[in-house]
C-alpha cells in the first residue's frame, strides 16, 4: 500500500509537498494543478493508496463535477486530504468537505496550512519549509509566520526563500524540482545547494535585464501598466509586477501570446485596493473561451487574442469602481 502526496510547482507548492512527505514517508510524490487535477486522482485511484495529500492545487470551478467523480473512485478506505488557500464557495468547500478531510484557510500559504496540521511529529526544518513557502506566497504577515520568523533571524530565512524563488525561475518544474523537493525534505538548506546558488544569481541577473525592458515597453491603459511578450520564458509574475510599478498604475499584466491565438496573462496588483480572483469573475464571464482566477494579489488568465482589448477595458472599469 502507498501513499501519494501531490502539489504545485511554485515555492509554496514545493515547500508544502516537502511537509507532506516528511508527514507521510516514502511517499510516491506528483505535481499537478488545478487544470489536470481531476485527471492525476482518476490515475491515483487506479493504485488504491492508503492515503493521498493534496495541497496548494486550487479547486477548479470549471471541473469541480470531475474532481468529485475521481474522489469516487477511491476505495473507502483511502484516506484523503486536501489542504489549501485559494479562494473557493462556501457551498463547493461544504460539498467537497463531506467527501474528504478538507482543510482550507485564506490568507496562509498552504505550506503554513500542512506544516500547522502536522506538526506534531514533524522535523524543525519542517517549519523553516513553511516559513519559505510563506514568503514565496507573499504570505509572510499571519500570526504564525510572524511569530516564527521573529524566532530565527527573519533576514536569512529571506535570504534562504529568496534563492529558492530566484532559481525556480530557471528550474524545469518537473524533474529538477522533485529532486529539489526531495533535498529540502532531507533538510538541506538552499544555500548550501550550490546548483540552486548559481540559478538563483542567474535569475537575478536576468530579473534585473527584465526590470529594465519592462521599464521601456510597458503600455498604460487606465488603471492598468501591461507588457506584452517579454523576450524571455518565465519571469512572469515579476514582469507584472514591475509593468504596474513603471507606468504608476494598481494593476500589472505580463501577456503573452500563445499559438493558438489566445493570450495567457500572469496578473499582479499594487496596493491593496482590487480584489483580482474577485475582478476576473466579474470581467471573464461572459468572455467566450476565457478563464482565469487566483488569489486577490496574484491570478492568471487567458482569453481570445481578439478579446485582449475588451478584457483590458473592463477590467480598467472594474478597477475603476473598486
Ligand atoms: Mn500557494
Redesign the pocket.
Known amino acids: 500500500m502507498t501513499t501519494v502526496c501531490i502539489s504545485?510547482g511554485?515555492l509554496?507548492?514545493i515547500t508544502?509537498g516537502a511537509i507532506g512527505l516528511l508527514a507521510f514517508p516514502g511517499s510516491e510524490f506528483y505535481f499537478s494543478r488545478p487544470s489536470k487535477i481531476h485527471k492525476d486522482l482518476y490515475r491515483i485511484a487506479k493504485d488504491r493508496p492508503e492515503s493521498v495529500l493534496i495541497s496548494?492545487i486550487a479547486v477548479n470551478l470549471k471541473q469541480f463535477d470531475n474532481i468529485l467523480r475521481a474522489i469516487g473512485r477511491f476505495p473507502k478506505k483511502t484516506r484523503l486530504i486536501w489542504i489549501d488557500?485559494?479562494p473557493i464557495s462556501s457551498s463547493q468547500k461544504k460539498r467537497l468537505a463531506s467527501k474528504l478531510e478538507f482543510v482550507h484557510e485564506v490568507g496562509p500559504?498552504?505550506a503554513e496550512l500542512v506544516y500547522r496540521r502536522f506538526h506534531e511529529g514533524l522535523p524543525e526544518h519542517a517549519l523553516r519549509l513553511a516559513l519559505y513557502?510563506a514568503i514565496g506566497?507573499y504570505c509572510d504577515e499571519t500570526p504564525f509566520a510572524r511569530t516564527h520568523l521573529d524566532n530565527y533571524d527573519k533576514r536569512t530565512l529571506y535570504l534562504e526563500a529568496g534563492l529558492l524563488v530566484q532559481a525556480l525561475q530557471e528550474i524545469d518544474y518537473r524533474r529538477e524540482s522533485k529532486d529539489l523537493l526531495r533535498k529540502l525534505s532531507l533538510g538541506i538548506e538552499p544555500s548550501s545547494m550550490n546548483d540552486i546558488v548559481s540559478l538563483a544569481m542567474k535569475a537575478t541577473r536576468i530579473e534585473n535585464e527584465i526590470f529594465r525592458y519592462v521599464q521601456k515597453h510597458a503600455r498604460k491603459q487606465g488603471p492598468i501598466g501591461y507588457v506584452l511578450d517579454i523576450p524571455i520564458g518565465g519571469y512572469r509574475g515579476k514582469s507584472a509586477k514591475f509593468a504596474a510599478y513603471v507606468t504608476d498604475s494598481r494593476i500589472g499584466i505580463s501577456a503573452r501570446s500563445t499559438d493558438d491565438d489566445e493570450i495567457d496573462m500572469s496578473i499582479r496588483r499594487r496596493g491593496k485596493k482590487v480584489d483580482l480572483n474577485r475582478a476576473l469573475n466579474s470581467v471573464l464571464a461572459d468572455l467566450p473561451d476565457a478563464h482565469g482566477g487566483g488569489h486577490p494579489a496574484a491570478a492568471g488568465a487567458s482569453v481570445n487574442r481578439s478579446d485582449f482589448p475588451t478584457f483590458l477595458q473592463r477590467l480598467a472599469e472594474y478597477a475603476g469602481r473598486s
Request: charged share 35%.
Open positions: 504545485h511554485d509554496d507548492g508544502s496548494d488557500h485559494h500559504c498552504a513557502g506566497d
